[in-house]
């Protein structure tokens, strides 16, 4: 099926560290998500975006849905252990219509070193 | 307000067999998704359920089928099971119809394995 480009694919950084991600996709999106998966569990959801440009703050966690419509990106500030786990960006395409559908990327896995 | 919650956690089930997967919605949500997750992979979209009829697909076989009840609960029904249907199934709930209706909150996952 359809997957969004999300990179980086891994990251191994150190505690207290800045972390950037972002999501492409060659189609226009109406809304985009970002989601965090640990290990057997469901994806949970850490922001939401609904307009192009809007830049939202979830805690040390920030997000903007891209100008072009076309792009998300995902920032998290000061990290700490528990931030491990794997990031997905999902997102409404407009060509969906009422259908609503998600196209999620690969994932963004975060390792952090104490 | 209670989560989505799926059950049974883990199955394991042999090539052929037939099985069925269960979840509960988030309180006052109408709508249910299911997607299927590979190892390493994002969540695959099923299909989606509003007022008990399917109104949205994946690109998934027919028979992967669901049903969805007057109380929200759904069900996911997999025939003549293979073994790439080893994922994990995951059932997301939304309020349709409000502000936020993209916002999909997700059960913990059915872990299925075929043999």
Redo the contacts between chains.
Sequence with gaps: ?Q?LN?SPQSMFIQEGEDVSMNCTSSSIF??W?W?KQDP??????LI?L?KAGELTSNGRLTAQFGITRKDSFLNISASIPSDVGIY?C?G?PSY?G??????????TSLAVNP | ETGVTQSPTHLIKTRGQQVTLRCSSQSGHNTVSWYQQALGQGPQFIFQYYREEENGRGNFPPRFSGLQFPNYSSELNVNALELDDSALYLCASRSSGRAGADEQFFGPGTRLTVL
């Design positions: 099926g997957q999300q109406n809304t998500l989601y057997g569990e469901g994806p949970v959801l939401a609904y997905f999902a409404q969906a009422n259908n609503r559908k998600l196209i999620w990327g690969l994932g």
